[in-house]
Nanobody, 117 residues
Framework: QVQVMESGGGLVQAGGSLRLSCAAF????????VAWYRQAPGKQRELVAK???????DYADFAKGRFTISRDNVQNTIDLHMNSLKPEDTAVYYC???????????WGQGTQVTVSS
């Protein structure tokens, strides 16, 4: 059974950094496409960054230059390194994957990131 579980959220001051981790179970991250999304209160869920099974990365404009998505094939995790955080980055961050099956059906429960000004 495929499961993904996010961790690493918390409260940070503006300008600070956080590392979110998406632990995968029942799948191999090296063979899968994985994405990070976020959803702020009252807003739609939006893509933050994604990485293909081949390692190609893509970022939302707001994430470029500040966030980095990376894959750890040994730990079987996908991390999101976030720097220069802004209050507008406050949201619940979700991990999403196709588990190598082509359909992006698998979501984690999310982890809260709060950036104070």
């Amino acid at each position: 059974q495929v499961q993904v579980m996010e961790s690493g959220g918390g409260l940070v001051q503006a300008g600070g950094s956080l590392r979110l981790s998406c632990a995968a179970f029942g799948m191999i991250v090296g063979f899968s496409a994985v994405a990070w999304y976020r959803q702020a209160p009252g807003k739609q869920r939006e893509l933050v960054a994604k990485i293909s099974s081949g390692g190609t990365t893509d970022y939302a404009d707001f994430a470029k230059g500040r966030f980095t998505i990376s894959r750890d094939n040994v730990q079987n995790t996908i991390d999101l390194h976030m720097n220069s955080l802004k209050p507008e980055d406050t949201a619940v961050y979700y991990c999403n994957t196709d588990a190598g099956l082509g359909d992006w059906d698998f979501w984690g429960q999310g982890t809260q990131v709060t950036v104070s000004s």
